[in-house]
């Protein structure tokens, strides 16, 4: 399927944000681990959350994650530390998304864990144990949830866990998540630049907790509101917090050099209007949060704004090859960008001729559709984007929110 997206030429609109896949994912995990679990509320209903419940709940032998990374990480460390015999697969994709350094630690700590087809990839099979822990080191550069995911079983390691990170740790906001949600189902966890010490403990469930809303969510929206023309436009977005655990908070400041001014209220955030404030080339190291990247890349290219971005490596991984895709994407809509070393991207206002009736590919990849929506603003005849249905794995009443908002979303079959 197509969607043809044109946008409105004023927006005023309030929107009830998705709640966080980061923390939804991660306090499953914590509660399960509990001896006494409690009921965790305003969990997200994305398919990346609704993977990690049905498989905590199920409690089955054979584990289909589909394209879940977050879910093959955080389910790999989780049952390897519980009783039992677990094959855990997942797409195509998934199966050439690496797994190695997260097994090699897991396998070092005491789990037993078998590739299935090839060596360093799912699928897995797990004979879950108790897990002896000690002392065991981690390359941080490849994924932070490899980090996450052996932190949240380390309390119940029968030595506790010492784990030792070389090289740089990207995406460390998300490790910082894990810690706090960790501490707040009271376990102790010592930190410091290079290390992280967990004793052997017992978790606490955590009453009535409810889950905030997405960050990554809203900053579809900032780009929306960066992109839209009319200087008098507003959005809402409830349920997000000022003191927010989540490191995309951080999109606060970047949207603000953007033209995107946020007012906090008991509610949530309201986004509107202002001059931008960059004066040449926007240069940002995205190593804390490498997802959002695409969704500034597509915003400054359409607002002409030349930029250098670093710290992407980890973007080769994902549900794709996020870099050659922005690549090729926007080569489509007229714009050329150059990847540099695998880790950067550079738009230094080069052009080229766009495609006729082009349609944006998503790659099976949420953010691709999420990100190019927006562009709708800046064209005439609106943005086509192939494949609409990849947002269900982050934000699944994301169309719904832009026609609430007076977009218009036309239908269409791909022949493809």
């Known amino acids: 399927m197509i969607y043809n997206i044109k946008a409105p030429n004023v927006l005023n609109t309030s929107i009830l944000l998705p709640s966080s896949k980061s923390i939804s994912n991660r306090v499953l ?10 009921k965790i509320y305003n969990l997200s209903v994305c398919d990346d959350t609704e993977v990690v419940i049905n498989t905590l709940h199920e409690k089955k032998s054979n584990i289909n994650i589909g394209a879940a990374g977050t879910a093959m990480r955080f389910l790999t460390a989780y049952l390897s530390s519980q009783k039992g015999s677990f094959f855990i697969t997942g797409t195509e994709r998934m199966k050439n998304r690496p797994i190695k350094i997260l097994v090699e630690a897991l396998r070092s700590a005491g ?3 078998k590739y299935t087809e090839k060596e360093g990839y799912p699928p897995l099979q797990i004979e879950g144990q108790s897990l002896i822990g000690g002392d065991i080191s ?4 490849v994924s932070s949830q490899y980090i996450s995911a052996l932190l949240m079983i380390a309390p119940l390691m029968t030595n506790g866990l010492r784990l030792h990170i070389s090289g740089e740790i990207i995406s460390r906001p998300y490790i910082n998540i894990t810690i706090q949600l960790m501490r707040r189902f009271g376990v102790v966890v010592f930190e410091d630049e290079r290390s ?16 905030e809303s997405d960050w990554s969510a809203a900053s579809y929206w900032y780009e929306i509101i960066a992109l839209c023309k009319n200087d008098n436009s507003t959005v809402s977005l409830q349920g997000l ?4 655990l989540q490191g995309d908070a951080s999109i606060v400041k970047l949207f603000d050099k953007l033209g995107v001014r946020t007012t906090f209220s008991s509610s949530g955030i309201t986004l509107s209007k202002k001059p931008p404030e960059v004066d040449r080339v926007l240069t940002l190291d995205f ?30 991984i994902k549900e794709t090859d996020r870099l050659n895709a922005l690549k090729i994407e926007l080569r489509k809509l007229g714009y050329l960008l150059e990847i540099n070393n695998g880790n950067s991207l550079v738009w230094n206002g080069e052009r080229c001729k766009e495609d006729t009736s082009p349609v944006i590919e998503t790659y099976k990849d949420h953010r691709m559709a999420l990100c190019f929506a927006p562009v709708s603003l800046c064209r005439e005849g609106g943005i086509c984007i192939a494949n609409p249905e990849v947002v269900s794995k982050s934000y699944p009443s994301y169309w719904d929110n832009l026609k609430k908002a007076d977009f218009v979303i036309e239908k269409s079959e791909n022949n493809d």
């Open 29 to 38: 995990i914590l509660n399960a681990l509990c001896t006494n679990p409690e």
């Open 111 to 113: 789990a037993c864990i």
């Open 138 to 141: 981690l390359n941080g550069e």
């Open 196 to 211: 992280f010490t967990i004793p052997p403990q017992q978790y606490s469930a955590v009453k009535d907790f409810t889950v």
């Open 241 to 244: 917090l000022p003191d927010s």
């Open 287 to 316: 190593v804390s949060i490498p997802d959002m990247a695409q969704t500034i890349a597509v915003t400054c290219i359409m607002l002409n704004i030349p930029f250098r971005f670093t710290g992407l490596q980890s973007l080769v």
